[in-house]
């Protein structure tokens, strides 16, 4: 028997639900609809979130409150930050007893020698020697005969007209001899090394016959010590002020510093001291071969100017005497603290055992890059063959570095230095060989067992070598006459006080 009450009322239920289905919503209820529903899911899911903070607080994780984040903040500082420079600044204004040169009709010609670093060094005490003997300057000509052969002149490495104009108020500086004067005797001479103001205030007896005096050689012609503060100062107007390169080295320069910094912000410059001529001048043979060693033998005994000719490597490298290999410098940067990943740009020229011997730098920090890799061929194009400019790059980008470390005390490394102090004591590190080669064979042989304990060692080792402000340092004791002048600092390395003092001095 059918229900027909119970089917009624589905029917009934049916029609209802048909007639609130076929019913048509508006767009705009709809979506208050949502919005309402979306709302108070918000409002549900915010309430709940606010119990669970409240009863079970999550942890908070910050630099400050992390001891090992804290600590690994700390060791990136101490590896990037420079030293305190306590207060001082450049200071190379004259003093108010200096009054500039004349020397409108007596002549000083220049012969420049040696690698780039030598040539401006030389070329700033020839302005101070100019200042002293009261002589116009001629434009020095650079050397062109050297291990570099490099046919550069002048205006190709530097500034020529801002060299001229700045120190103008100092000295007169002229491009060349009058043609009057082309023609005329010279007094040609070979100024001793070293030399004291009172020494070309006797030279200037030379005036008496002759107009013009040509200097065969222009390095370390003038004393580090014991001169007048303006002669000092106007060596550092000369160098830091006046002898820019020329615009297309800085404006090179300035590129390839951005594009390192685009890499990453912060980057090691690395004086690579290891080409052939270093090694054979050096006499450095560790870890080379038999057949490396002769030829470097070679080359020292078949270069005239190059006195020493007989030397112990072993010797050489106990007595710190030698520059660090690319294995010893990776081994030291690690030591110091500088992660795999750190950026390091190697200045050098090619290096003596090519790839092979430089992938036992690159074992410890494969982030090496050369100049050669930030600039294209098109650039360098107007470089090439001339060592002299491709080293100003060099100098540029190591100038400009967070961090400079040179393998080796050389013109390059010593210029570097002194230019960085001058500018605020920018951090240099330079690394004590002859403690390193005691520490890398005590490690070799064993004695050494934990790299952690080597590690200690080099860091407390070179605490003091990171180029804070100190004054330079004069001869070793006990040594007398004119040997004792090799043993000085040189002036160019570190010209604090002369030129770098506090602000308070005017």
């Known amino acids: 028997m059918v229900n027909h009450r119970g089917s009624s009322h589905n029917h009934m239920r049916t029609a209802s639900t048909a007639k609130f289905i076929s019913r048509k919503q508006s767009p705009r209820a709809i979506a208050v609809y949502i919005f309402l529903l979306f709302a108070f899911s918000i409002f549900i899911f915010v309430f709940n979130a606010g119990n669970i903070v409240e009863d079970h607080p999550a942890p908070v994780i910050s630099i400050q409150s992390h001891p090992q984040t804290k600590f690994l903040q700390t060791a990136d500082d101490e590896l990037w930050d420079a030293p305190s420079r306590h207060g001082l600044r450049p200071c190379i204004k004259p003093t108010s007893r200096y009054k500039a040169a004349h020397g409108s009709d007596r002549y000083l010609t220049v012969k420049s020698n040696g690698g780039l670093n030598q040539m401006r060094t030389g070329i700033s005490d020839m302005v101070a020697v100019a200042y002293i003997m009261n002589a116009t300057l001629v434009i020095p000509q650079l050397d062109r005969r050297s291990f570099w052969q490099d046919s550069s002149i002048f205006s190709d490495i530097f500034d020529e007209l801002h060299f001229i104009t700045t120190l103008q ?42 107009q013009v005096i040509h200097v065969a050689k222009s390095d370390s012609r003038l004393a580090n010590n014991d001169l007048p503060l303006d002669i000092q100062r106007l060596r550092c107007r000369a160098l830091y002020h006046a002898l820019h390169f020329s615009p297309p080295i800085e404006s090179l320069g300035k590129k390839l510093v951005d594009r390192l910094r685009m890499r990453s912000g912060k980057y090691i410059a690395l004086h690579l001291s290891y080409e052939k001529d270093m090694l054979a001048f050096t006499g450095c043979t560790s870890g080379l071969t038999d ?19 007989d030397i112990n490597s072993t010797e050489q490298r106990i007595g710190g005497f030698c520059p660090l290999t690319p294995k010893e410098v990776g081994i030291f940067l690690q030591a110091i603290g500088y992660p795999p990943s750190t950026l390091i740009y190697v200045a050098s020229g090619e290096i003596y055992g090519g790839d092979a011997r430089l992938s036992e730098l690159m074992s410890f920090f494969p982030n090496l890059v050369f100049k050669e890799k930030l600039a294209t061929k098109e650039e ?34 010593r210029a570097v230095e002194g230019h960085r102090r001058f500018l605020g004591h920018r951090k240099t590190i ?36 990171q180029g804070a402000p100190r004054k330079r340092k004069g001869p070793s004791p006990g040594i007398k006459g004119k040997a004792r002048f090799r043993t000085e600092e040189s002036f160019y390395e570190n010209p604090y006080p002369e030129c770098i003092c506090s602000s308070k001095v005017v």
Do not use: C
């Open 430 to 465: 330079t690394p004590d060989r002859k403690g390193l080669v005691r520490l890398f064979d005590e490690l070799e042989s064993g004695q050494l067992r934990e790299t952690s304990s080597f590690s200690d060692l080099v860091q407390q080792m070179h605490k003091n070598r």
């Open 169 to 210: 108020g100092n000295v007169r500086i002229v491009r060349e001899l009058p043609k009057e004067l082309e023609l005329v005797p010279r007094a040609r001479k070979h100024f001793t090394s070293w030399s004291s103001m009172g020494y070309y205030k006797e030279m200037m007896q030379l005036w008496n016959d002759h």
């Open 291 to 309: 057949a490396e060693s002769e030829e470097l033998r070679i080359m020292r005994e078949n270069t005239k100017h190059w006195k020493v000719k």
């Open 380 to 413: 360098l194009n107007a470089f090439a063959k001339h060592a002299s400019q491709s080293a100003a790059l060099d100098y540029i980008v190591s100038l400009e570095s967070d961090v400079f470390v040179p393998s080796y005390s050389g013109n390059m490394a």
